[in-house]
């Protein structure tokens, strides 16, 4: 028996990539879909946890989108859940396929083996992947941006009192030049690692941006912030406002 979905699904999504560009936006954690061939498309959570941040970054798509179109930059984005497989972890993280997040058991994935590991590594984790690389190594000055969205709360944690975080490796220089500006009017909170540290091993900025060279850097906004539209295309406005700033501080500062 054929399996259409093989033929017919694709990983990713990609925007603008006509566009040649420094920048190069993704989003990791586009989508909450579940492809068919995985478990049926249903991972065994009522609706309502498919909504939360366990299963993807809610809101992170429509800035990614508006950031390409603000900066003139292509996006690539994943089209699978986070709970399917994590495009932002190595393939050796313990982490890549979740079986508990945020208080949550993952009932499809409580018993998935290697086999089953391996096939959403061939028909998610890795063409995303190489998508992204492919899209980078078009220009020897590619910069990349990732747009990423996280929860105000964790469950039993107290509230987060950042609206943004920029997230980066030792050494990387466009992100403390980018925090700089985004705290300066005085009316933001912003977390400089925060809400959680900006390098993992072999996680997507690591992958396309350190380890190659790259300038990156990795955008954390609080996911009540974006609920809408407007709210999303304003700041991806504001974030192509200062990017290209923060990058001119930076090469002036490497003289």
Known sequence: MIDDTAMTYTAFFTHGTELDSRWLITCDHATNYIPPFVNGGDLGLPAEDMERHIAYDPGAYGVARALGD???APVV???FSRLVIDPNRGEDDPTLLMKLYDGTIIPANRHADEAELDMRLNRCH???HDT??????RRDDTIIVAIHSFTPQLRGRPPRPWEIGILYPDGERLSPAL???LAAPGDLTVGDNEPY???LPGDAIDRHGTKQGRP???VELRNDLITTAAQQVQWAHHLADLLPQALA?????EG
């Open 216 to 218: 990156n850097t990795l």
């Open 249 to 253: 501080a930076t090469e002036t500062a």
């Open 126 to 128: 890795r063409p995303y």
């Open 197 to 199: 540290t900006g390098y």
């Open 70 to 72: 603000a900066l003139g």
């Open 132 to 137: 992204v690389a492919e899209l980078a190594a």
């Open 179 to 181: 925090i700089d500006m």
């Open 77 to 79: 984005a994943s089209n």
